[in-house]
Each structure stands twice: as C-alpha cells, then as structure tokens.
C-alpha cells in the first residue's frame, strides 16, 4: 500500500498511457494491449478508465495537499488494523500442506507488519524504504483482506529450511525470499508468454471485469444458455444498483 520514491512516476506514467485507450470499446481493442488484455464490457473498461484518471490527479497535489492525502489514507490504515490486531491467516495453510503450523504462525506475524508498514518485504535486504502512498488503494475501498502472502506456495520452502514452529522470525524471512522469488518467476513468464503469443496455438487473454463476481458467472451462464444472446441481460451487476451486466458482444456469443 505504500510505495518508495521512484514507483509513483512509474505508476503515472502508465496510466497516461492507458487511459487515452480507455475512452471506449474501439479505442481499446485498436490499441497495443486488447489481443491481451480483453475489457468484458464498456462499464468495466469505464470502471478502470476512472481510477486511472483518479490517479493521475495525485502529481498535481502540493506539499500540503499530499502531507494531507498521506494522513488520511494513514489514518484509515490505522481504523482498519485496530481489529486485526489478534487476527490468524488461516487461508496460509492450503499452501503450506502440512507444515501448515508453522506458515500460519510465521504469516499472521507478516500480516501484522504489513498492515504496520503498508509493504510486504520492508525487512529484505536491498529494500528502499517506502513513504509514498499507493494510489491504487487510495481511490479503492480497503477492507482488510489485502495481503498476497497466501497466495505463494509455502509448502516446499518449509519443507526444505527445516524451520519449527517456534522460529517464527526466521520462518517470515524464508518465507518473504520465496514469495519475491515466485512473484518474479510469474512475471517474467506471463511476459514472454505474452511475446510470443502469436507463435502459439493456444491464446493468452486475461479478461477484466470491474463488477460483482457472483453476478458476472450468473451472466456467463446466461451466455451460455441455447437461447439466443442477451447483451443486456436481466442480471444486476451489483447488489442494490439499478445497472445490469452487460458484456460484449463481439467476446461473448
């Protein structure tokens, strides 16, 4: 959630990029990203176009409206973490087998530092230090659950570092090493994948949708139906909203 000094720019500068191809369906698909990345409807790509724009706008904040902005979003951090001070991160343990003790422990520990420090890997050697706030989360709603270290596979690195479950300090650092390890891994094989995707038979999209999850698989299988295609379908995209799911109809017959 908080960012070192030279992410922010970097953050910036793709957004300029981006949302000039979000100003609709066409502009998309006629930019560099749509054999990609695909939009599942105009409100999702709207949705994504907004906080973009939203983002873009913290550059223009002087000294005093960016001191103010940091302890704001601070001050929610703070709201949020009183709670979860005694929290367990039990979804760990799907990841780590059965060595699940010792990830739960070392994990929840980690969960506790990163809602303290708004970073994940603030004790890795090589790490510069992180002032500057996300962006990302600062236009969203943040409620507690945003923290990845779950997410990696656990199990193999416990397994071989031998760790018990009262070494909790050294069981975090391992595990903070593999998850950065993983992390990056992922990176560099969805880039090349991504590279040669022309080469490929088989395609790589990645398709957002910037709405209710529940409601969107409801609509799939709407899709899906022998009936004929509904691009609007009788399916609320959000509870109490008036809008419905409509994806597009060039993806989705």
């Not at 990029?17 to 979000?22: D, G, I, N, S």
């Not at 088989?202 to 609509?219: D, G, Q």
Request: aromatic share 8%; glycine share 4%; net charge positive.
């Amino acid at each position: 959630m908080m960012l070192d000094e030279a992410s922010p720019s970097l953050l910036i500068t793709q957004c300029r990029k981006l949302v000039p191809l979000a100003e609709s369906m066409d502009s998309w698909k006629q930019g560099p990203h749509s054999h990609i990345i695909v939009m599942c409807g105009s409100d999702t790509l709207s949705e994504i176009g907004r906080f973009r724009k939203l983002r873009l706008g913290t550059p223009n904040l002087d000294p005093k409206q960016t001191r103010r902005f940091k302890e704001i979003f601070q001050d929610g951090i703070r709201r949020i973490r009183k709670p979860l001070k005694a929290s367990r991160v039990i979804t760990s343990i799907r990841s780590a087998g059965r060595l699940a003790p010792v990830a739960m422990h070392a994990v929840s520990e980690q969960f506790k530092r990163f809602w303290a420090t708004g970073v994940m890997d603030d004790e890795l050697p090589n790490v510069k230090p992180a002032n500057r706030v996300n962006p990302t989360f600062s236009f969203s709603t943040i409620s507690g659950d945003e923290f990845s270290l779950p997410a990696f596979h656990l199990a193999e690195i416990l397994a071989s570092s031998g760790l018990e479950i009262d070494e909790t300090p050294s069981a975090v650092f391992e595990i903070m090493q593999t998850a950065c390890q993983q992390f990056s891994t992922w990176c560099k094989a969805v880039v090349h994948r991504a590279r040669t995707a022309s080469a490929s038979p088989v395609s790589f999209v990645v398709r957002m949708y910037a709405r209710e999850a529940l409601a969107f698989c409801r609509a799939l299988y709407s899709v899906n139906s022998p009936s004929k295609f509904v691009m609007h379908s009788p399916l609320f995209s959000t509870p109490w909203k008036g809008a419905v799911v409509q994806l597009d109809n060039t993806s989705y017959r």
